[in-house]
């Protein structure tokens, strides 16, 4: 049984459909907040892209017996973050917006820090933190959508389930150091 839309309902589509064309996929029938939904997307651009610069620093800093296995995670990850900058500028434009890539505010609307880290258990455990920052933040914008944007909705899911694979991976690689190898915290309260 299909569900055809009410004669009335089709053709208003069709009329608003003419209306507005300049913003492309942004038709009347989207209902969320578009001004809000373009600042979360820029937020979490800058968040994605503040981990990718992170991550690439730790891929190249990472020093030690276990330092090639994890160096190699880091590379993985910052590619897989980048990829979701990619994302999220692109359904920045699609919504009309403009993706805000400038270094000058970067770390402030970013939800991630950037920390370097004094050494590998500490890189892995400054991206663990970040991904984990990153999952509530995206769990956060996808029930602030619901159901007023299945698409960028998705998106978001998609990209929640990359950084959830990604603090799996890197509790285990923190689980598998040696208990030599400490943290600064650690160092610190000792």
């Keep these: 049984m299909t569900h055809a839309i009410a004669p009335f309902q089709l ?13 492309g996929a942004v038709t009347a029938g989207y209902t969320a907040d578009l001004p809000a939904v373009v600042m979360m997307l820029n937020e ?5 892209l503040v981990c990718v610069l992170r991550y690439r ?3 190249f800093m990472a020093r030690g017996i276990h330092s090639q296995a994890v160096a190699a995670e880091f590379l993985t990850h910052a590619n897989e973050e980048l990829g979701h900058a990619d994302q999220l500028a692109t359904r920045i434009v699609q919504l009309g917006g403009e993706p805000d890539f400038s270094p000058s505010t970067l770390l402030s609307r970013s939800h991630a ?11 892995i455990t ?36 990359m950084e959830e694979e990604h603090a799996d991976d890197l509790a285990d690689l923190l689980q598998h150091l040696p208990p030599t190898a400490t943290t600064t915290q650690d160092k610190e309260t000792s």
């Design 11 to 23: 053709d208003t589509v069709r009329r608003d459909a003419r209306q507005h064309i300049e913003q």
């Design 44 to 48: 979490a651009l800058a968040t994605e």
């Design 57 to 59: 620093r730790h891929h």
């Design 113 to 123: 820090e950037y920390v370097e880290g004094d050494n590998l258990a500490d890189m």
């Design 126 to 161: 400054e991206n663990l933190i970040a991904e984990r920052i990153a999952i509530d933040s995206y769990r956060h914008g996808i029930a602030m959508l619901a159901d007023q944007d299945p698409t960028t909705r998705r998106l978001l899911e998609s990209i929640l389930a």
